[in-house]
């Protein structure tokens, strides 16, 4: 686990654990977000829709990509400020996901550090995107 800022350089990158999808997880995660839509618990009406059938909420697996940010890279004390994310393919129950951040950007003024982030079933990416975080440095410790 990375703790600082100072620790960072470009190009560093760490991912997840391989995650499966549950039922029980969409049911918890519904239950916490309050996000019921039938889409993630109703087959017959999922079947209706562009999907074929039930698909895991997409927040659960973006979910995944903070675990990284802050539990390895940069780990605890990071301040998770922004992302931006585009869902490229739905993710179903007994998926395997696993996500990835990658040091994109460093900006030593503002103590402030810039990921690209992805989400993969398989070789598919489901998320794409990029979050920005405020890691302590040592320095200002």
């Known amino acids: 686990m990375i703790e600082w800022f100072d620790d960072l350089a470009l190009g560093m ?5 391989n995650v499966q999808i549950t039922e029980s997880d969409i049911q918890q995660f519904g239950a916490v977000s ?3 839509n039938p889409l993630h ?3 017959t009406y ?3 829709t562009i999907f074929r059938g039930r698909i895991a909420h997409g927040m659960l697996s973006l979910s995944y990509l ?4 802050g539990t390895q890279l940069p780990g605890a004390g990071s301040i998770f400020l922004s992302a931006s994310v585009r869902f490229k393919a739905p993710v179903r129950i007994g998926d395997t996901v696993n996500a990835t951040c990658t040091v994109r950007e ?3 003024d503002k103590g402030r550090v810039t990921f ?3 989400c993969k079933v398989g070789d598919v990416a489901v ?4 979050a920005t975080v405020k890691v302590p440095s040592r320095a200002r410790a």
Do not use: C, H, P, Y
């Not at 998320?127 to 990029?130: F, M």
């Open 13 to 17: 990158r760490f991912k997840s654990g």
């Open 41 to 43: 618990f109703d087959e």
């Open 34 to 36: 309050g996000d019921l």
């Open 116 to 118: 690209d982030t992805m």
């Open 66 to 69: 903070s675990t990284v940010l």
């Open 127 to 130: 998320i794409e995107g990029e």
């Open 106 to 108: 460093i900006n030593s």
């Open 46 to 48: 999922a079947k209706t």
